[in-house]
């Protein structure tokens, strides 16, 4: 599969089908990069990046990200959805 180098949005997605895919550390990999090129902080990116690290047991990480993508979350469904994350860690 061909990805677009600094394409966040697309490494996101890769990233996103390897953790549903259960390879966990390939999935950390795509989402370091996505997390790295996204100019605007995405808070789907930042809170996929915790539900990988979270899956690795980087407990501490994952809360990190899940509250930076609280930062800029604007939707209130994910608003919800990443709090009852930090909540239930």
């Known amino acids: ?3 677009e180098p ?3 949005n697309s490494q996101d997605t890769y990233a996103w089908v390897l953790f549903k ?5 390939e999935a950390l990999i ?3 990069k996505a997390v790295k090129n996204s100019l605007n902080q995405s808070a789907t990116i930042l ?4 539900d ?3 899956k690795l047991g980087r407990d501490a990480e994952a809360k990190d990200a899940w509250q930076r993508a609280l930062e800029v ?6 608003i919800a959805e990443i709090e009852s994350k930090i909540e239930n860690q």
């Open 73 to 78: 979350a604007t939707i209130e469904e994910q």
């Open 30 to 32: 795509w989402i370091e």
């Open 52 to 54: 990988i690290l979270k």
């Open 47 to 50: 809170e996929h990046y915790g």
């Open 1 to 3: 599969m061909r990805i």
């Open 6 to 8: 600094n394409n966040a």
């Open 21 to 25: 895919a259960n390879k966990i550390d």
